[in-house]
């Protein structure tokens, strides 16, 4: 069966340093994957989108990478703050290429 | 502003008290769908629907209904709330279907089924 797999246990990390979220995916075969950061009781919010050409994608201070044979993206806020304390959460389209599914997330914790 | 609406925020209801949850957007979006959030459990789609008219199922669509009449419109029924229907509910819309398509979220509507 298909399955979205990010780290359940919370990432406490200093304010400063660079956080790495994982995300591992089974028997998809995605063109796209999508990273959100979602706050407490509200929607997500959409934030990155890598093609599987695309090794790498940056937008200000975060990276994402994009590994098809490893079949795992890897999503990095450099410089962390406070204000990035959320749970972040990937997603991949099916491979009927209709329905989105999400993983679990992660939540992230900064420390002033 | 682009956005997608959701009421009610928050719902108590008896079982088996029919309900309707109604979701708007104004960005001229084709693909909407729902999605209920759990502890443990994340964001597991319900239903969704590619078009006017058009509707299918997702990972989880047993006890609910849906119906797509108009374009910015798509709102989840429930004909007879039990409480594993408790959760908070998001709708989602984008501008199509593809597998690029950024989904633009609502604020969630939090139900409680008695």
């Known amino acids: 069966s298909q399955k979205i797999e990010q780290n359940s246990e919370a990432l406490n990390i200093q304010e400063g340093k660079t956080a790495t979220l994982t995300c591992n995916y089974t028997?998809?075969?995605?063109?796209?994957l999508q990273w959100y950061r979602q706050d407490p009781g509200r929607g997500p919010v959409f934030l990155l989108l890598i093609r599987e050409n695309e090794k790498e994608k940056r937008k200000e201070r975060l990276k994402v990478t994009f590994d098809t044979t490893l079949k795992q993206s890897l999503f990095h806020i450099t410089a962390s703050q406070p204000a990035d304390s959320a749970t972040y959460l990937c997603?991949?389209?099916?491979?009927?290429?209709?329905?989105?599914?999400f993983g679990g997330g992660t939540r992230l914790m900064v420390k002033p | 502003e682009a956005q997608v609406t959701q009421n009610p925020r928050y719902l108590i209801t008896v079982t088996g008290k029919k309900l309707t949850v109604t979701c708007s957007q104004n960005m001229n979006h084709e693909y909407m769908s729902w999605y209920r959030q759990d502890p443990g459990l994340g964001l597991r789609q319900i239903y969704y629907?590619?078009?006017?008219?058009?509707?299918d199922k997702g990972d989880v669509p047993e006890g609910y209904k849906v119906s797509r009449k108009e374009k910015r419109n798509f709102p989840l029924i429930l004909e007879s709330p039990s409480p594993n229907q408790t959760s908070l509910y998001f709708c989602?819309?984008?501008?199509?279907?593809?597998?690029?398509?950024?989904?633009?979220f609502g604020p969630g509507t939090r139900l409680l089924v008695l």
């Open positions: 629907s590619m078009n006017v008219e058009v509707t």
């Open positions: 989602a819309s984008s501008l199509g279907g593809g597998a690029w398509e950024t989904q633009y």
């Open positions: 997603a991949l389209y099916n491979n009927a290429g209709n329905m989105l599914t």
């Open positions: 028997n998809y075969s995605p063109a796209y």
